[in-house]
């Protein structure tokens, strides 16, 4: 059993930058990868990111691989997202999970692990 928690979200102004941590307790990431994803009011949950146990494979959802990053730090058993050029659509809670097996999914059913989420709101 994986707990997990996010921290990090706020309210940002467009454009600017947040950084989402999520913090693996009990049995830890177990050598998973994690992805992050989100959810906007009145939409599904949709994919963001996801890494590898090793941080040598990443996966980015088109519409933010040019402003979001992930990377996790296995020491701290936590995985980050760093935002930037945040915009309205942005707007959303995001949750990290663990995945399954050890494939960079971004379906919601690749995942096994959840946390609560964190609330991101972009003004403009």
């Known amino acids: 059993q994986v707990q997990l928690v996010e921290s990090g979200g706020g309210l940002i102004q467009a454009g600017d930058s947040l950084r989402l941590s999520c913090q693996a307790s009990?049995?830890?990431?177990?050598?998973?990868?994690v992805g992050w994803f989100r959810q906007a009011p009145g939409k599904e949950r949709e994919f963001v990111a996801a890494?590898?146990?090793?941080?040598?494979?990443?996966k980015y959802a088109d519409f933010v691989k040019d402003r979001f990053i992930i990377s996790r730090d296995n020491a701290k058993n936590a995985v980050y997202l760093q935002m930037n050029s945040l915009k309205l659509e942005d707007t959303a809670v995001y949750s990290c999970?663990?995945?399954?097996?050890?494939?960079?999914?971004?379906?919601?059913?690749?995942?096994?692990?959840w946390g609560q989420g964190t609330q991101v709101t972009v003004s403009s």
């Open positions: 009990g049995d830890t990431f177990n050598n998973k990868p």
């Open positions: 999970a663990v995945a399954r097996w050890l494939a960079l999914g971004a379906r919601v059913s690749d995942y096994e692990y």
């Open positions: 890494i590898s146990w090793s941080a040598g494979r990443t």
